[in-house]
């Protein structure tokens, strides 16, 4: 099969965390006064978190940094080196519990994974498309998957059902955050509050004849599930799901004649 070449020449890219060459000036020249990694990388989350991915450029980058674009190339080759930097570096702001810990029960931790997972993701809308887009290779990206595994292992699942335990857990967590991220960052371009947004969607459907049927039942459904307000109604349905998970685990683990040891409890 004939191989083909990547656009405009360049070699195919693996990842920012994979680069092994000195960096000797780049595109920018001289190295620029004042600036590192760290300072770009922290300029970076914060325009993606006040403008969103879709708005962010080299060039606002530099705006921001009060250089020229130019200068920033000294530090990073392309715009996905710096977001790649980016996503890792908002990765280390998630609380990891001890595996090793004594007295503290897998399930707990694992819900604090969860949890801290999902916050993470609606803080940073923008987490999500690059999440799946990058090898997450960085070292809070790994230290994350490393403490993730390690509590998983204590469920005391067999090996080969690890994987499927962790995806299970984690892609949820993924979807769960990725909607209610976008629910919120929709909210805020309205200029209303997450309650009004929500009572104002609900009237208009209602009125609707071909949604007045799945609202009615969606309205019942609601008010079954409880909750005041709309941060109420989603955090009561992320605790059910994840409670719901758990439990398979546990189901799974007294299939397959696992036990809780004191090592794994």
């Given at each position: 099969?004939?191989k083909?070449?990547?656009?405009?020449?360049?070699s195919?890219r693996?990842s920012?965390?994979?680069e092994?060459k000195?960096?000797?000036?780049g595109r920018?020249?001289?190295?620029?006064s004042g600036?590192?990694?760290?300072r770009?990388?922290?300029a970076?989350?914060?325009l993606l978190?006040?403008?969103?991915?879709?708005?962010?450029?080299?060039?606002?980058?530099?705006?921001e940094l009060?250089?020229?674009?130019?200068s920033?190339?000294?530090?990073?080759d392309t715009?996905?080196?710096?977001?790649e930097?980016?996503?890792?570096?908002v990765?280390g702001?998630l609380?990891?519990p001890?595996?090793?810990?004594?007295?503290e029960?897998?399930?707990d931790?694992?819900?604090m994974?969860a949890?801290?997972?999902?916050?993470?993701?609606v803080?940073?809308?923008w987490l999500s498309p690059?999440?799946?887009?990058?090898?997450?290779?960085?070292?809070n990206s790994?230290?994350?998957?490393?403490?993730v595994?390690?509590?998983i292992?204590?469920?005391g699942?067999p090996?080969?059902?690890l994987?499927?335990a962790?995806?299970a857990v984690?892609?949820f967590?993924?979807?769960?955050?990725t909607?209610?991220?976008?629910?919120?960052?929709?909210?805020?371009?309205?200029g209303?509050?997450?309650?009004d947004?929500?009572r104002h969607?609900m009237?208009?459907?209602?009125?609707?004849?071909?949604?007045a049927?799945v609202?009615?039942?969606?309205?019942?459904l609601?008010a079954?599930r409880g909750g005041?307000t709309v941060a109420d109604?989603m955090?009561?349905?992320?605790?059910?799901?994840?409670?719901?998970?758990?439990?398979?685990?546990?189901?799974?683990v007294?299939r397959d004649?696992?036990k809780?040891?004191p090592s794994r409890a």
């Open positions: 099969m004939a083909t070449s990547p656009p405009s020449g360049r195919a693996t920012v965390w994979l092994t000195t960096r000797r000036g920018g020249g001289g190295q620029p600036l590192d990694r760290t770009i990388t922290e970076t989350v914060r978190d006040a403008e969103g991915l879709a708005k962010f450029s080299m060039r606002r980058l530099a705006a009060n250089v020229t674009a130019m920033v190339y000294w530090y990073v715009k996905d080196d710096l977001l930097l980016a996503l890792d570096a990765f702001e609380r990891l001890d595996p090793e810990a004594e007295g029960e897998w399930r931790q694992l819900r994974l949890t801290e997972y999902r916050t993470l993701l803080r940073h809308p690059l999440a799946g887009t990058f090898l997450n290779i960085g070292p790994l230290a994350f998957s490393r403490v595994q390690r509590v292992r204590r469920t699942l090996d080969h059902g994987t499927g962790i995806s984690f892609q967590v993924y979807g769960y955050g909607i209610e991220g976008h629910f919120f960052a929709r909210v805020a371009d309205t209303m509050t997450p309650d947004y929500f969607a009237t208009t459907f209602d009125g609707a004849p071909t949604t049927e609202v009615q039942e969606s309205k019942q609601m079954a005041d109604m955090n009561r349905d992320f605790t059910f799901a994840l409670d719901l998970l758990v439990a398979g685990i546990e189901a799974m007294k004649g696992g809780d040891s």
